[in-house]
Every structure is written in C-alpha cells, then in structure tokens.
C-alpha cells in the first residue's frame, strides 16, 4: 500500500502483462455503491480515465488503464514514480535548494500548460500530486479532480484541497489554468520555506487568508531567497486571474531568468537546455514533450573560448548543436564559416548513419553552450521525434544544397 484516501487506496502493483511496476488506484466498492457515487465521484474518476490517451507528456504521469464497475469497485493503473511526492520536501529540515526547486516549478509550467492546451484544469496542484521520479525530474500525478473544459457541467462542486485553492475555486467561479498556477504557487512557496502562505484556525479562516490576505515575502523566512523570487510568487499569488502570469510561458521564462546559473556551473539546468532547443528554428516541427525527450538525450557542456569541439580528419558521428554563443569553422587553417546561438553541425554523419572522417574544424569564439548528440541516444527517443528531427536535417541540408547551386551558378556566370 503506497497511500490511502476518501475513495480509495492505491497500491504498488505489477502489471503481469509486460512486467512493470504501477501505481493502482483502488476506489472501494462501497463507494461505487454510493447512491451519490454518479453524481459526485463519478464524473472525477473517469475524467482521470479519459485522460488516457490524450496526456503524453515527460513530466505527467502516464496513465495506463481504467475502470469502474458496481460491485468489485473501479481501479486506475497509473505509471509508478519510485521517489514519492514533494511533499517529503516542505518541512523546514527537509527543504531543497532554492535552484531544485526552481528547476521543479519550471517544469511544472511545462506540464500545465500541455495539459491545459488540452484542454484540462488539474485543479487539485498540491505536492502530494507533484512525483519525484529523480532529482529535480518530477512527474505531475492524479487527475481525478481535472475539469475538462468542454463539459464544465460538475453542478459547482468544490474539488480541491482547501490550502491550495485559488481564490476564484472557493467562490465556485469557472476555472481556468490561472487557479493551478495559484495553487503552484503555494507549493513553490511551500518548497522554499516550508510553511504555507496561507493559514487559519478553520476551513473558512483559511478561505477568507487566501481571498483577502497577502503572503510574507518568502526572501523574510529564507535569507537565501531573492527579492526576484519574491516578486515571481507575489505574481504567481494575485487574487485575481489578471493578476498573474498572463500565460504558462511567460511564468517559466521568468523563473527561467531568476534561475539563471553561473556561466561555468557544472550541472546545466534542465529548464535552460529546454530553452536553447526550443528556441532553435530547426527544432520547430518538435512538440514540447519531443524537446524534452531531447535535453534528456543530449550530453550539454559549457566551453571556453578557444576549445575545440570537432578536429579536421578525426572520425565522429554525433551531432551538435549551438545553444548559446558562437564557433568557428576552419578547413586547413581557412575559415569556412561562423556559427552562431541556434545553428548546428555534424548532420551529415547523423543523416548517413555512422562514423564518418569530420571535414573541417569546429571551434568556440565565445562562451558556448553545446548539445552533443550521439546516435545511440538519439535511437532512443521516440520514433515521431527521430522523424521530426530527420525530416528537419533534411529540408534544411536541402535548402543549404540549394543555396550553394545559386551560388556556383552566379560563379560560372
């Protein structure tokens, strides 16, 4: 038994069928033979189930298979998180670094926002819901509590957990994805300083916190907190839907710039390699979960100016990309060409499939952020994610072939 709740019990369970470890939510058969059962858990249950084949992102839980039945009970298979929830994280002797949990929020902006371009609320964010698959890799979980957008039709019932709703669930008004960038929030805050913004002596005290009331800086409970943290939480906390971030994006780009490393720190945080990748021109046919797929996949280096990273005549298969700065390639001492932010090398032997002799050069000219991309790792990506990345190299290595045989032609002219 992994935890137990109102409707349920979920259990660490093997899936016989292919030998896997998952996380089986278990509703009780009493409360399947509820006479409110259709009117209140129901409609929670199979949204949880219907989100089956629509959620397929890294930082979501996949969720494996559902069912409901009358006399046995119902049952959700979930995909197992072996590191338990954040909520290990938000006592005061327990909390992590502020970067850990910066890097967490970021991808938790990712996650909501695939999730919400989907069309769904999860409207129950708490770190109870947030897994710890490793380090700061998390996998949002549970959404039972989701409200799909197109049937918003759930009679005004309140779902939820009380500290971590938003101001506009309590009133009962239509939600949006602004009530679970409320309710991250908290958990952020929770995360930095182990104690929640809000709070009262009763249910409707606390209500009333979160309605009227304005948290305490975090930077005033946690000296290594900045004052551009602050204004992130102060923002992410507005007690309007117009008070805060006016979408997921802008959200991680500010948590991004806050989060911002030293230029040589040895660990590269997962939000800027996102970043480097998403931004690339070349990556544009990616979808949000592929990118991701890709800063796992990739080996990430910072370099110095004057390093090396390819050598004229030395074997290679990988493939590179620029995610910051600036390079140099050669041919026998003669400048080929300069790369810059966003550009790429190193297709031709991608696209061949092997090893091949490197044809010129490269250098850095500038403090480089580099994606290194080795075949074996790329061929474990999912198959949609090596087409979009193929296809891309081709209709780009098409274009540059075009380029040169208008330039030959103007030549010979």
């Given amino acids: 038994m992994l935890g137990k709740g109102a409707t349920g019990t979920v259990y660490l369970a093997l899936d016989t069928f292919n030998g896997r470890d998952v996380a089986l939510k278990v509703l009780t058969p009493e409360v399947v033979a509820a006479q409110d059962f259709d009117k209140t858990h129901t409609k929670q249950f199979m949204n949880e189930a219907a989100l089956a084949g629509r ?43 502020v970067e850990d949990a910066i890097e967490i929020a970021f991808k938790c902006c990712g996650a909501l926002d695939y999730a919400f371009r989907q069309g769904i609320v999860h409207r129950d964010i708490k770190p109870a819901n947030i897994m710890v698959a490793s380090g700061t890799n998390i996998k949002v979980a549970d959404f039972g509590a989701a409200c799909l957008l197109q049937a918003q039709d759930d ?101 991004a710039d806050v989060g911002r490393l030293g230029a040589y720190r040895k660990m590269i945080p997962d939000r800027e390699k996102y970043a480097a990748l998403r931004k690339n021109p070349i990556l544009e046919r990616l979808d949000d979960a592929e990118i991701w797929e890709m800063v796992h996949a990739g080996r990430w280096r910072r370099l110095q100016p004057g390093t090396p990273i390819v050598r004229e005549g030395e074997p290679g298969s990988s493939l590179f990309f620029l995610g910051s700065g600036s390079a140099k390639v050669t041919k026998q001492g003669r400048l080929l060409n300069v790369l810059q932010t966003g550009e790429y090398f190193g297709e031709m032997a991608y696209i061949k499939g092997g090893s091949m002799l490197r044809q010129a050069t490269a250098e850095a000219t500038s403090d480089v952020l580099l994606a290194e991309f080795e075949p074996d790792a790329l061929k474990q990506v999912s198959k949609n994610c090596q087409l979009h990345l193929t296809t891309a190299l081709l209709h780009s290595l098409v274009e540059r072939l075009a380029l040169s045989n208008e330039r030959l032609a103007k030549v010979m002219m």
């Fill in 155 to 255: 009679e005004g019932m309140l779902i939820g957990s009380p500290s971590y709703m938003s101001p506009e669930q309590i009133l009962r008004q239509p939600l949006g994805f602004h009530s679970d960038m409320f309710a991250l929030g908290v958990v952020l805050y929770e995360l930095f300083t182990g104690r929640k913004p809000f709070a009262g002596a009763s249910v409707l005290e606390l209500f009333d916190a979160i309605r009227n009331k304005d948290a305490a800086a975090p930077s005033s409970l946690r000296r290594e907190i900045s004052p551009e943290v602050d204004r992130i939480l102060a923002h992410m906390l507005g007690k309007s839907p117009a008070e805060r971030y006016a979408t997921w994006a802008d959200l991680a780009l500010d948590l």
């Fill in 55 to 97: 959620i397929l992102h890294p930082h979501i839980a996949t969720i494996l298979e559902a069912s409901v039945d009358a006399e046995s009970g119902g049952y959700i298979a979930i995909e197992y998180v072996a590191g338990g929830d954040l909520s290990q994280f938000t006592t005061a002797d327990r909390l992590l670094p």
